[in-house]
């Protein structure tokens, strides 16, 4: 039964200030906490909603909410809307001029503003958290708060002082709002942010209507697969993500010889983004061609397709951009092309964002407690000011420099080197996931949720994607497996039915000796999708570290099933087997 505070919460400004009739899955709970005062993390995926969680928690608590997004066109895009339902809105951020910012700062003070959008960099303004300390608001809203955490996807080193300016803004309740966040950034989220009470509502992640699929695919291949997935016109419209500007820009020109489709990247001018987005937005193109600097804050749920051209680096990346897809609740699909060879080009990314620990050494044994202007440092050092300033910043976001406003910097702790080596070994961890997302014999869909640590989450495969409904594949391709295959196939099972739940990699020694590691995988995968085999996730500690790794499991079906009498299973048509002579199978040489 509904609380009084929920009631009117639902039937006055819900229907009044929103013309909502309802709340959608999870807001209500989260309305009631925030609106009395609770501090809240809430993690929701992308389009569930979560801006309600705030925006109607800010109304029936008057004052003015306070809401630190990094995001200038999400910000942008949230302050129209507001002012669209005749809500008293405005917006701070460097796109703004200063007299248009000190205007804004005038209403603040005089109680004009029901809301007011703030870049998380404005703390860094000298005298900017005070005034606004001068008269302190009702709420504060941090959006995108992965971004605060260095274990995040997006970590954004401005956020990073919020934990410090918030006190002058307190006793104030304070909402964390995400859609990308692990257990291990929910924690540091709230550690950062001094939530210790903070209730936590970590929810909605499956979305049932999107199919997920991943199909191994060359990258000299990967052009001609999205121009044949995106050919029904029932694919789109579509987004299709890039890794480079460069090929955002090549697949783009191909793809607008046979449907209307245009790249977007950060490289390109302000205005011809815009006008790429607003041509999307209006259905005037079917395709985007995008780097991952499109999609933030864009809301087109008629999205029926985000393909994938290469491996992203990470889940929390990954998740956020399929999120984009069947907002409205149509039938969707996700499809991931990838290859080894992206891994590696992540690798190259890796070394250069994280430099090695000598570069960072060098910068901190110059450093003192007396403070020295940072281009004057990185001159008496003879650096490359690009690897610089990357060293400095991790120098920095570690605890080991210390920098203040005018780019002055001075010596920070000691301690710095654990946190960075554990931060770069998080960041390949992250990519060591996504592979193993993209390779897996589990349910996509059940992989990510349990990714994110859904707490309310049913446990059940989705029923959709490629491995739990490989004959709806409309980018991997199926085989029947030869005599040979056939044999390896039998000695899996047989193997299992002697000791089941073992590793997969005690089963590939035991039952497939001298078949290739990659030959195995593939034979696992066949057999997961009969229906006869299950595969899951297990770990274990060595040496201070989590590994992690799969055991195998018989199903019911598996427990009696013999593909010398007519069990059937298909297996994937990889590109390394597409290029075999027909019967060949991939064996190792034994010296």
């Not at 940072?374 to 000011?385: F, S, T």
């Not at 990357?390 to 710095?416: C, F, M, N, Q, Y």
């Not at 490989?470 to 030869?482: E, I």
């Amino acid at each position: 039964m509904s609380s009084p505070l929920v009631l009117e919460l639902q039937g006055g400004l819900l229907k009044k200030r929103f013309g909502l009739a309802s709340f959608r899955p999870y807001q209500e709970a989260v309305c009631q906490d925030v609106t009395r005062g609770r501090d809240v993390l809430l993690v929701m995926p992308t389009g569930a909603g979560k801006s309600l969680c705030f925006q109607l928690p800010g109304l029936a608590r008057g004052g003015t909410t306070l809401v630190v997004s990094p995001l200038i066109a999400l910000m942008e895009d949230q302050v129209a809307k507001l002012r669209g339902q005749g809500i008293r809105a405005e917006r701070i951020h460097s796109g703004r001029d200063r007299l248009a910012s000190r205007q804004v700062c005038v209403q603040y003070l005089q109680g004009e503003l029901d809301f007011l959008f703030i870049a998380p960099e404005r703390f860094s303004v000298p005298g900017f958290p005070e005034m606004l300390a001068r008269r302190k608001p009702s709420l504060i809203a941090v959006d995108e708060a992965h971004c605060i955490s260095h274990w995040g996807h997006d970590f954004r080193p401005d956020y990073r002082m919020l934990g410090r300016r918030l006190p002058l803004l307190r006793p104030a309740p304070v909402i964390a709002l995400t859609a990308t966040a692990t257990p291990l950034v929910q924690d540091d989220i709230v550690q950062q942010l001094d939530m210790p009470k903070a209730i936590r509502h970590i929810h909605g992640f499956r979305r049932t209507n999107i199919a997920v699929e991943t199909a191994e695919v060359k990258q000299a291949e990967r052009q001609e697969a999205v121009t044949r997935i995106l050919a029904d016109a029932g694919r789109r419209p579509a987004i299709v993500y890039a890794p480079t500007r460069k090929e955002a820009e090549t697949l783009g020109l191909a793809l607008q010889v046979e449907f209307p489709a245009a790249a977007y990247h950060a490289g390109m001018r302000t205005e011809e983004r815009e006008h790429v987005q607003t041509r999307f937005l209006s259905g005037e193109l079917d395709v985007i061609v995008a780097t991952i600097a499109f999609g933030m804050g864009v809301d087109k749920p008629d999205i029926r397709t985000v393909i994938h051209t290469a491996l992203p680096g990470s889940l929390e990346g990954y998740y956020q951009e399929i999120g984009r897809a069947g907002r409205d609740g149509g039938s969707s699909r996700a499809v991931l092309l990838y290859s080894y060879a992206d891994r590696r080009t992540h690798e190259f990314f890796h070394r250069r964002s994280y430099p090695d620990s000598e570069v960072l050494e060098r910068i901190y044994r110059v450093l003192s407690q007396q403070s020295r202007p940072r281009d004057g440092l990185c001159e008496a050092l003879g650096m490359d000011p690009e690897v610089f300033a990357i060293a400095l910043e991790k120098l920095w976001v570690h605890g080991g420099a210390r920098l203040e406003p005018a780019d002055i910097v001075s010596r920070g702790t000691e301690e710095w080197q654990q946190p960075y080596r554990l931060q770069c070994e998080h960041k390949l961890e992250q990519l060591e996931q996504m592979m193993r997302c993209a390779q897996g014999h589990e349910c996509r869909m059940l992989q990510l949720v349990r990714h994110f640590g859904d707490q309310e989450d049913s446990g059940q495969p989705c029923g959709l994607c490629d491995v739990c409904a490989p004959q709806d594949c409309v980018v991997r391709r199926f085989r029947q497996p030869t005599a040979l295959e056939q044999r390896f196939v039998q000695q899996v099972l047989d193997t299992l039915r002697a000791g089941d739940g073992q590793s997969t990699g005690q089963l590939y020694r035991k039952a497939c000796v001298g078949l290739d590691r990659r030959a195995f995988e593939v034979i696992l995968g066949g057999l997961v999708s009969a229906g006869l085999l299950r595969v899951s996730e297990d770990a274990f500690t060595k040496g201070g570290r989590l590994i992690r790794f799969q055991r195998a499991f018989l199903t019911a079906a598996g427990q009696h099933a013999d593909v010398r009498i007519g069990a059937r299973i298909a297996l994937t048509a990889t590109p390394a087997a597409r290029t075999r002579a027909a019967g060949r199978l991939k064996i190792k040489h034994r010296s």
